[in-house]
């Protein structure tokens, strides 16, 4: 099995033709993503869709190569019980993310209680799925101020991870959130996302 990301490193035509069916929804990212999520409603397990995935559905997409999903540890226990049977292998021994065999496409796992960025203890980790995502179309994805609370967050402490960063400054620009959303967000990253809101509202229109 070739990993997927491996294929679109290579560049080329299969990476142009991957860009493309991403965009229509066609591509095997997001197969995986319905089918993951399919059999995460059959196990009764409490996940929310997080990473570019999510950032779609909020209003700025970009192409991705993996699919990332918040569960419990508990959620997480379950469906590795059962990732054999459902298609699913490790993408090397001891990784807790698996790899779709149909599809090459890998999954990685955030899971509840533990830390964006740098993995450090901090005022924000990763929530409980149930009590922080939203439904669209049968498939649950992480609420918009999770999302960019979970993106400050990382990039803030983490400077391998600054597109995090400008994931929520192309948010703000693609879906204008009220300034007032800042109050929603955990006071660790509220500060930064007036940043953001308020320099974004001080640039001239695009022509």
């Known amino acids: 099995m070739i990993a997927f990301e491996e294929k679109m490193r290579a560049g080329g035509a299969a990476a142009i033709t991957h860009i493309g069916e991403f965009f229509m929804g066609t591509d095997p990212v997001h197969a995986t993503l319905l089918r993951l999520t399919k059999k995460l409603k059959e ?5 929310a869709v997080a990473g570019a995935l999510a950032l779609g559905v909020h209003g700025h997409v970009r192409a991705t190569v993996d699919v990332d999903i918040l569960l419990t540890r508990e959620g997480h226990c379950i469906l590795r019980e059962h990732c054999d049977d459902l298609g699913y292998v490790p993408p090397f021994a001891g990784s807790r993310n698996l790899r779709d065999i149909q599809t090459g496409v890998r999954i990685e796992f955030l899971l509840s209680g533990e830390f964006p960025g740098d993995g450090k203890p901090k005022p924000v980790p990763f929530p409980d799925p149930a009590s922080a995502s939203m439904e669209l179309d049968g498939i649950h994805y992480l609420r918009l101020e999770k999302l960019i609370e979970l993106k ?5 402490t983490n400077p391998n991870r600054l597109k995090d960063l400008a994931d929520v400054q192309e948010l703000i620009k693609a ?14 990253v509220r500060n930064k996302f007036l940043e953001f809101w308020d320099g974004i509202q001080a640039q001239p229109p695009e022509p």
């Open 152 to 156: 400050l967050a990382s990039g803030m």
């Open 43 to 47: 196990l009764n397990i409490d996940y």
């Open 175 to 188: 879906v204008r959130p009220p300034r007032d959303l800042s109050s929603q967000l955990n006071p660790f």
